[in-house]
Each structure stands twice: as C-alpha cells, then as structure tokens.
C-alpha cells in the first residue's frame, strides 16, 4: 500500500492546467486499436441497415469512456493477456445499445450535435438494432470465456434497464428528491463504469479486495462525471461545455442543480419548478428565470462540490495500487470529470 | 435407432381426432411448475412498473411453447438434472422481450385479444421493460452455468433481432420472394424454437449429432409453425382460428400466402396486392378481394403444404432417437401445429 495523498481541491482555488483525458488515452492507444478492431469486426452482418445504424453512433465521436476504463484498469493491475480487448468491446456495445433505446424513449433527435438514429432511420430500427448490439455484446462475453465477468455485466445490464424504468416512473416530478436521483443516476451511469473497471480485476484474477476498489473507483467517477453533466446543462456558455444548455430544462428533467433550487426555494420558486418541469414552462426566458434561481440558490456550485465529493472517493479507492503511469491516468481522470465545467 | 415411420398426411383426408398439445402439456407439467416459479421470482424488481408490465404478457396466455420445447426435449434425453429449468426461463424471458419489442416496432395495440403492453404503458415502458427482461436472461444463463448453451442462446438472440431488422427492411414491399421470407421468419421464429431444443442437448451433454438432431426438429417446427400462423390469417372464421382474421393483410405483412398469390396472379392481381402491401388498399371490401385471390391461385392450400413439408423434416429429425412418451408428444406437437387451421 502506497501513502501518496491525492486531494481534488476545487478548481477555482487551483487555477494551473487544465487535467485531461489524454494520459489516459495514450495509456490505452495499443489496447484501443485491438478493441476497435474487435468493434468494427462485431457490427458487422449481412443486413445493411445494422453496420449503417450502428456504425453513426459508434462512429459519432464518442471518447469509449467506458471501454477505456476497462483497458487502463487491466493496466493498473499489470494485466498482460488479451481477455479484456473482447470485454471492453462488449462494455461499449451495452452502452451503445443504452444509447439507441434511450433516444427511442426520450424522443431525442440530437446527440454530440449529430441528429440521433432514430431521427434518420426511425424508433423501430433503433430498437432492433440496439437489441442486436445488445446480442452481440453476449457473444463476446461468451467468447472472453469468464462466466464470473458473464455474470457481473449481465447483472449490470439489468441493474441499467431497471434504472431507466425508474427514471421513466419518476419523469416529471419535481418532488423526486436527491436520494431517489442518485439511485437512478447510479444504475443508469455509474453501473456500468463500475463494471468497467471491475473486470479487469476479474480477468486478471485479482483478489475480490481489488475487485471491489475498482468497482468503487468507477462507480464514482460514474457518478460525479453524471454530476457535472447535469450541471452544465445550466451553465450558460455552451460553445465551451460542448452541449447545448438548457436541453434537460425544455424536457423537464430532474437533475440535481432543480433538486437542490426546488429544495431550497421559496414558495414561489417552487411552483416555477413544478410548471417548468411538468412542460408548462420552458421559453428561453423560463430558462433564464431557472439559471436565476440556480444561481441565487447556489445550486451549481453545490452540484460541482458533490461531483467532487464523489470524484474524491474514487480517487481514494485506487489509493492502495501501485503508483505508475496508470494510476496516474486514473486520477487524472477524475480531476477532468469534476474540472469539465470550469 | 428405431425404424418407426410417421407421416404427416394432409389432414383433409384423415378426418380422425384432432392432434393435440395437451400430451407434451402433460408430459411438462412438473417441470414446468419449477420454469414458472423462475419465471415468476425473476420478474420481481423493486421498480413497481416492471413486474407490472412483464407480468402483463408472461400471465397473458401464451402457451409457453418455447420453454415447453427444452423441457420435451430433456424428457426425450432421460436428462434428469434441473440446469434445463434455469435455461428454459432464459428462453421464455427472451421471447417475451421480443414480443415487448415487436409490438412497439410494429405499432400493435392488441396480442392474443389483449391490449398490448405499449398500448397500457407506452412504447418508453415496453422498450425498457424489454431490455430488462432479455438481461435477466442472460443472468439466468449465466446462472445455470454452461457456456456452451450461452453460447447458443446469445448468438440465437443476436440472429433474431437480425431477422427482425431485415423483415423491417423487407416492410411493403411485394416483390420480397419466398426465399427472403423463409430467411426472416428462421430467424424471427425458427432459431429460437432451434436453440429452445438444442439446449436440451447440451446439459444432457449428449454428442453433437444429437444436438443437431434437436436444433433440426425445433427450426422446422418453429418455421411450420410460423406458415400456419401466416396462413390462418387469410382463413375467415376467427372465432375457429383464435386470431384476428386479416390483421397481416390491413398491415400490408408480406407473408407466405401474399408471395405466393402474387407470383401466380395475373397483371392486374399483381397490382392489386401492390397497392395492399403499400397501404393503399385495406378495407373489409379489400381484405374480401384478397382471400378470394389467394383462394383462386391455392396460396393457403399451398402454405399448409409447405407447412407439412417442414413438420414432416421435423418429425424424421427426431426418428433415431427411442420410441416412447416424450417423442410421442413432440411428434404430436408437430401434427398439432400444422392441423391448427382444420
């Protein structure tokens, strides 16, 4: 066990340069290309539509969070087989398959500023297609040979379809409450980040100890990298966070920045946030009216401050790996997802 | 091997009593009881919705052909394990799952005389509600703890959500050809039916000439099965046939009985199904024009034709293996599936 301490302190007391995903994604390069192969190769069938499909979102410009964490992961742990290239493909094409059913139920048409699939090619190839990719995710597990690893990421893909029909119940209420939110937010994202990670201590055959640091090191990246989406949605400049601010607004979603200004406004507020999240507010001044009351409630702040908390924990739970470069990534990491906004 | 020859003879000149499903039902019934218990504590989630709706169609009156299919076939093997109970439910959870997902692709509002789960509940719900289930199949999988079989049923699920891609690209058009459709519908319906048998097999750990022996008598089974289903939908008594009458002609399905009454019909037939499987013709008027075409050219005499060419294959699959009460009643599942309509 190593004492090296490493504190996210917040960014605006800090302001050297910017942390980055880029270790992390020189870490992986090689590992990558193999993963990527393993992608390109598994899209593939005798029917057009589903390489076509599959291959706009895969293609989209996605950074492969989620396999990359899988890759750097096997690399912490000195890793130095192959298993994982097939498991990190499966891990992208679950959450590829997440992608195309959750713009089918959100009736989404825009995702990383490209109109979603289900805009170009319909609802119901999008759901076919994700049901394929979900299939095909199977199969490379199957091939990976790792029931234990079989058994974590089929677990999770049902842990990630609950907490969609949870967020499906709960959509449009504004009394939704932080604890109910984070429930959803960490089956729907932080599950599979965890299970990310986990298996490369699976494969690698690592001691259940090591197992459950990396589960918890992506569960909470998942969970403050969720965080600060949630809240940039209400920072207004949207040329530097890369989303379109506002969207969750217009939909009536419940993330933490409303639940915390609901929680602490006042009677008025409150029913503005009821009208704006039940659909009977959302022109750009409401939008304005909302970043407002976000602003004077501290709201964003805070909801950077929990990402933080929880960018924390998951720094703390690799603390007991060696220190080396993928450690180093890792961490790194970490300070980009809670950094993003700033 | 036994010498035992059973022949389908078309059942028009064999007016005995009619086969049945009620032997296999019996042969089952003690296993199954064990299936539905799996069945039913798997659908459990601490989000109401889900058993809620899963619940909808498992209880909705199917005939649990598929599951009923493994546990016949582990019968015919004197298999006397329970891994096939596990499997057997994996099976159901994944048919249900595409049924979720058919009836959003295809827009349906009622299934055997019930009102669809995404009429009830939406198209967000069933879609999601879907994903759940087809997860906790894999868990189940991934519970009774054969590779082998996972490696079947994954790459099973994987061929029909291809099948169903292609049946969406095939949509309207009448010029698809009785090779494509038989393409779709081993996909869509006969794999299933196939992997259903063959993973019998394999926790019987019976050789692979057996196995394959199996996956034969379920996928022409599966494909017999699927030529009746087509082919009732043009015969006009719906209260003999237990569906709706003219569903697949008012939805412009191009089905066995449409390709063959369109290669036969004259010019002008020809651009009548036309304009039927491209939505400009569905009234009763219509629907009566169509039946006296198919009538005219024998395309339903001709579709049950085909449909005991394919049960007869199923039956001879199955002749080597011995003689007694669980091939009894899958011979007679097969005569029972193809005499439905008589």
Same mark, same amino acid.
């Given at each position: 066990?190593?004492?090296?301490?490493?504190?996210? %302190?917040?960014?605006?007391?800090?302001?050297?340069?910017?942390?980055?995903?880029?270790?992390?994604?020189?870490?992986?390069?090689?590992?990558?290309?193999? @993963?990527? /192969?393993?992608?390109?190769?598994?899209?593939?069938?005798?029917?057009?539509?589903?390489?076509?499909?599959?291959?706009?979102?895969?293609?989209?410009?996605?950074?492969?969070?989620?396999?990359?964490?899988?890759?750097?992961?096997?690399?912490? $742990?000195?890793?130095? #087989?192959?298993?994982?290239? $097939?498991? /990190?493909?499966?891990?992208?094409?679950?959450?590829?398959?997440?992608?195309?059913?959750?713009?089918? @139920?959100?009736?989404?048409?825009?995702?990383?500023?490209?109109?979603?699939?289900?805009?170009?090619? #319909?609802?119901?190839?999008?759901?076919?297609?994700?049901?394929?990719?979900?299939?095909?995710?199977?199969? $490379?597990?199957?091939?990976?040979?790792?029931?234990?690893?079989?058994?974590?990421?089929?677990?999770?893909?049902?842990?990630?379809?609950?907490?969609?029909?949870?967020?499906?119940?709960?959509?449009?209420?504004?009394?939704?409450?932080?604890?109910?939110?984070?429930?959803?937010?960490?089956?729907?994202?932080?599950?599979?980040?965890?299970?990310?990670?986990?298996?490369? =201590?699976?494969?690698?055959?690592?001691?259940?100890?090591?197992?459950?640091?990396?589960?918890?090191? #992506?569960?909470?990246?998942?969970?403050?990298?969720?965080?600060? %989406?949630?809240?940039?949605?209400?920072?207004?400049?949207?040329?530097?966070?890369?989303?379109?601010?506002?969207?969750?607004?217009?939909?009536?979603?419940?993330?933490?920045?409303?639940?915390?200004?609901?929680?602490?406004?006042? =009677?008025?507020?409150?029913?503005?946030?009821?009208?704006?999240?039940?659909?009977?507010?959302?022109?750009?001044?409401?939008?304005?009216?909302?970043?407002?009351?976000?602003?004077?409630?501290?709201?964003?702040?805070?909801?950077?401050?929990?990402?933080?908390?929880? #960018?924390?924990?998951?720094? %703390?739970?690799?603390?007991?790996? /060696?220190?080396?470069?993928?450690?180093?990534?890792?961490?790194?990491?970490?300070?980009?997802? @809670? /950094?993003?906004?700033?």
């Amino acid at each position: 066990m190593s004492a090296t301490v490493h504190r996210l %302190d917040s960014p605006r007391s800090n302001p050297g340069p910017q942390p980055s995903l880029d270790p992390m994604v020189k870490l992986v390069t090689t590992d990558m290309d193999q @993963v990527n /192969a393993v992608i390109v190769a598994r899209m593939t069938s005798d029917i057009p539509l589903i390489p076509e499909l599959a291959g706009h979102l895969i293609a989209g410009g996605g950074k492969r969070m989620r396999p990359m964490l899988t890759l750097a992961s096997a690399q912490l $742990l000195d890793y130095a #087989g192959t298993q994982h290239h $097939l498991l /990190a493909a499966a891990v992208e094409f679950i959450h590829t398959a997440t992608l195309l059913h959750d713009d089918v @139920v959100d009736g989404s048409d825009l995702r990383r500023g490209n109109r979603t699939a289900n805009i170009i090619w #319909g609802n119901p190839a999008s759901v076919l297609v994700g049901d394929f990719l979900f299939s095909r995710s199977f199969e $490379l597990m199957v091939e990976a040979g790792s029931l234990k690893a079989l058994k974590i990421l089929s677990s999770t893909s049902a842990v990630i379809a609950e907490g969609e029909v949870n967020q499906l119940t709960a959509a449009r209420r504004v009394d939704l409450g932080e604890e109910r939110y984070l429930d959803i937010i960490g089956a729907k994202t932080a599950a599979l980040f965890a299970a990310a990670c986990r298996i490369a =201590a699976v494969v690698a055959d690592r001691p259940e100890n090591e197992e459950a640091a990396l589960d918890a090191y #992506g569960r909470n990246l998942g969970i403050a990298f969720q965080l600060v %989406d949630d809240a940039i949605d209400y920072v207004s400049d949207a040329d530097t966070m890369g989303k379109d601010a506002g969207d969750d607004f217009r939909e009536g979603k419940m993330t933490l920045p409303v639940i915390l200004a609901y929680a602490r406004g006042s =009677a008025e507020d409150r029913q503005f946030w009821k009208d704006a999240v039940e659909g009977r507010r959302d022109t750009d001044a409401d939008l304005q009216h909302a970043v407002r009351l976000i602003r004077a409630t501290r709201a964003i702040d805070d909801t950077f401050a929990r990402a933080r908390h929880y #960018g924390q924990r998951a720094i %703390d739970s690799i603390a007991g790996f /060696a220190n080396g470069e993928a450690k180093d990534a890792m961490i790194e990491a970490v300070e980009f997802a @809670v /950094a993003r906004a700033y």
